[in-house]
């Protein structure tokens, strides 16, 4: 018997909160140590909904930088979002979504959602409803543990007691001794496993992910994260459009 769309679409969702929740409370965690209030901190994670550019967002805030300056950088480090909201967009429109759907679901994507909307699309015929859904479950996630961390900060003192610079800017550092430094990486190993269903993909993963580490390792993570996927994402879909 198929499931509700709700429901199946929490399902898809709950196989990345082993890596989602971890990261969010420390976000949480985080933005407190630097600063900001519970109230605060929750309010980032539900308008940004971004991890990776709310800790960079927070890791400014907490060294002095202006708010000005903290903005334009979650800008940059969102813009791939462009990209993947037009795929979710056309998505919603195979779903058969209305204008007003069709927003909201652009406003949603992120990562994990595309690749669990898109994942589910190859399975199955999807409705808007069940790609509102994927959006609005893992932003739930991301949202309440992002809460637990802000108030069970104060309570985490391997965390609290790093230089509130490092806590905000270097997650991995600040919860490796807690074994929470595998979300973020674990993430996004989990995403190439659902995107890599073809040998050209795998291929082309497996490549940036070579080509973004080594990178990473000489200090040029930035590059590494913003320029490198969509270099070898557009390469794979100009050499092979048969393997989009």
């Known amino acids: 018997m198929a499931r509700h769309p709700v429901a199946a679409a929490a399902l898809r969702a709950l196989t990345l ?7 969010g409370a420390l976000f949480g965690a985080s933005a407190v140590a630097a600063g900001f209030s519970p109230a605060a901190a929750v309010a980032l994670s539900a308008v ?31 813009s791939r979002y462009f990209l993947l909201s037009a795929a979710t967009l056309d998505l919603a ?5 209305t204008r007003a759907q069709r927003v909201l679901v652009a406003l949603g994507t992120v990562d994990e959602s ?13 409705g808007a ?18 809460l637990a961390g802000a108030l069970l900060g104060a309570h985490l003192p391997a965390l609290l007691n790093a230089p509130v610079g490092a806590s905000a800017s270097s997650p991995s550092a600040a919860v490796a001794p807690w074994g929470l430094d595998y979300a973020l ?14 040998r050209e993909r795998l291929l082309a993963g497996l490549a940036a992910l070579a080509a973004a580490g080594a990178l990473a390792l000489v200090g040029l993570g930035t590059v590494a994260v913003l320029v490198v ?5 557009f390469a794979l879909g100009r050499w092979r459009p048969s393997a989009r």
């Open 185 to 198: 990486p674990g993430i996004f190993v989990g995403l190439l496993g659902i995107f890599a269903d073809t």
């Open 93 to 97: 429109r195979k779903g058969s979504a």
């Open 48 to 78: 940004i909904f971004a991890g990776g550019a709310q800790f960079a967002a927070v890791g400014l805030v907490a060294s002095g930088a202006s708010w000005l300056a903290a903005s334009a950088l979650v800008a940059v480090i969102n």
């Open 114 to 126: 595309y690749a669990l909307q898109a994942a589910w699309a190859k399975q199955a015929a999807v």
């Open 17 to 23: 909160a082993p890596g989602i929740a971890p990261l």
């Open 129 to 146: 409803l069940g790609l509102l859904m994927i959006s609005a479950w893992l932003w739930t996630i991301w949202v309440a543990s992002t």
């Open 229 to 233: 996927p969509p270099l070898f994402a």
